[in-house]
C-alpha cells in the first residue's frame, strides 16, 4: 500500500477509534445515571437478574466496537483497492516495449503519449491535416472521419508494440492502428495482459513459441476447435505457465483482462487472416501480442 492511502487508512482509524471510544462514554455513562437515579425497589438482588443486568450492560458495549472494528477493515479495503487502481494505472502507464525487459531505455513515455493506453474510453483520434485538394466532401459530418485502412504489415507491427523510443516504424504503426476502433480494442486488450504479465516478472520476448503451421491458424480463424488446432499452444515454458495459471485462478481483475483480450483476438485472427499469405502469419505469430494469446489460451483451454 502507498504511504498516501496508509496515512488516509490510519487517520480514519484514529477517527473511527475515537467514535468508539465516545459512544462506550456515553453508553457507560447512561448506566450509572441509571443505576444512580434509579428507585432501589427495582433493583432486584436475584441472580438472573444480576445476570440480565451485565449482559445488558455488555452487550452493546460488544456491538459498538463489533461495529468499529468492521468500519476499520472497510476502511482498510477501501484503501487497498484505490491502491491497487493506482498500481494498475501505473502498469498500463509503463512498459512501451509492452513485455520486453525493462533495461531497455525510457519506453513508457513513447506509448503513454503516443498510444493514450490509460483510458477505456473509445479514443477519438485526430486526424491529419489533408491538402486542398481533399476537402471533406460536402454533407460529411466534420466529427466521422472517414474509415483508416490498416493493412496487414502495420497491423503486426503495432501487435508486437515499438521496442523503445527510437523504434520509429512500430510507433507509426501503433499510432496508426489506434486509429481505426476495432484495431484499438484489441491492442489495448493486448496491452493490459503483456503489461500485468511484465508487473510478474513475465516477458513476453523470454517466452519463444513452438511455431504453428500456417494452415493451423487459417483453421482456428474460421473456427475450428479441438485437437486440430492444439499446435497453437506452442508455449511450453513451465514458468510463465505457472504464473499465468496462478493468476487466472486467484486473481479476478487479471482473469477478466485476460478473457477480454482472447475473445478480442479471437475476433481480430477471424476478420484478418484469410487476407495474410503464410509469411504474415508466421510473423503475426512471433509478435508479443500472439505469444500472450499462445500462452493464455494454452491455460484457458482455448485450443483444445
Known sequence: MSLVARIATLTQRDAL?????????????????????????????????????VMGTILPLVLIWLAVGMARALAVLRAEAEDLRQRLTLLRDMAATRGAPPPRPAPEAVIAEDAEPLPRAPVVSRPAPRPVAEQRPQGQRPDNPPPVHVDAETLIRALNFPDGADDTPAITALRLALQDPEHTRVLRAAQDVVTLLAGQDLYMDDLPPDPAPAAVWRRFAQGERGSAIAPLGGIHDPVALDIASNLLDRDEIFRDTAHHFLRHFDAMLTRHLPQMDDAQIAVLAETRSARAFMLLGRIAGTFG
Open 17 to 53: 477509534t475515537a467514535i468508539g471510544i465516545a459512544l462506550s462514554a456515553a453508553w457507560l455513562f447512561l448506566v450509572a445515571l441509571f443505576w444512580l437515579l434509579a428507585p432501589e425497589s427495582e433493583v432486584s438482588e436475584g441472580g438472573i437478574a444480576r445476570l440480565a443486568t
